[in-house]
């Protein structure tokens, strides 16, 4: 069974620019969730998807970032435009909906962005 | 301040037993986990504890949870060079909003020396 994916690998861009994040959860997993690691940091909640639905969006920064999951299938992250702090490492992660197994999250291999 | 605290490295010799420490506090957690994240790679899930319980044994692998002092401990033992890697604690709790979300630490660097 595949794991969840995150698209691209790296990113490095300029600030002011824009730069889309993709997430493939795993197959089957209704619940998922973007987290962020800013310098060295936490790892920090930014929001979590039900299906399509934005189940929660407390954590995203600001509305230079817009997540989307048209269909209930891929996630896309969006910043637009950049700044210098977006720097950082995004994870996405992915859990099934319903009974003990809801609760563990399963984390894709992250996308590391580097804004100048 | 953090929900979560880690301390930030752990240097060992192979062979020996790591532990790493974690403290939370919220007394309402239902879930805590370990996540491993080895150079370049993402998120590993190691493994977690019900808050219900005191100990979980896997493999090399023991969880500790003391809930009076919202402590959580994993102990390697015999560590290996291949377990160099940063360690994160993460809690679980579902809150009033419905939200469902893991609280991380900053994270452990372990280092072992060989």
């Known amino acids: 069974e595949a794991g969840v994916t995150q698209f691209p690998s790296h990113s490095v861009i300029e600030k002011g620019q824009t730069v889309t994040l993709r997430c493939d959860p795993i197959s089957g997993h209704d619940n998922l969730y973007w987290y962020r690691r800013v310098m060295g940091k936490e790892i920090k909640f930014l929001l979590h998807f039900v299906k399509e639905s934005k189940q929660d969006e407390s954590g995203m920064p600001n509305n230079r970032f817009l997540a989307e999951r048209t269909g209930g299938t891929y996630s896309t992250l969006k910043v637009q435009p950049a700044e210098l702090e977006d720097s950082g490492v995004y994870f996405c992660?992915?859990?099934?909906?319903?009974?003990?197994?809801?609760?563990?999250?399963?984390f894709g291999p992250g996308t590391r962005l580097l804004v100048l | 301040g953090e929900d979560v605290e880690q301390s930030l490295f752990l240097s060992v010799r192979e062979g020996d037993s790591s532990v790493i420490n974690c403290t939370y506090t919220d007394s309402s957690s239902t879930y805590l986990y370990w996540y491993k994240q080895e150079p370049g790679a993402g998120l590993q899930l190691l493994t977690y504890?019900?808050?219900?319980?005191d100990m979980k044994q896997d493999q090399r692998l023991t969880v500790l949870l003391n809930k009076k002092d919202k402590h959580l401990s994993l102990r390697i033992a015999d560590t290996q060079t291949g377990d160099s890697a940063i360690y994160f604690c993460?809690?679980?709790?579902?809150?009033?909003?419905?939200?469902?979300?893991?609280?991380f630490g900053s994270g452990t660097r372990l280092q072992v020396q060989p």
């Open positions: 504890i019900f808050s219900n319980m």
């Open positions: 993460a809690d679980y709790k579902e809150g009033r909003t419905g939200r469902r979300a893991l609280t």
């Open positions: 992660a992915s859990s099934q909906v319903g009974g003990i197994l809801e609760e563990t999250q399963y």
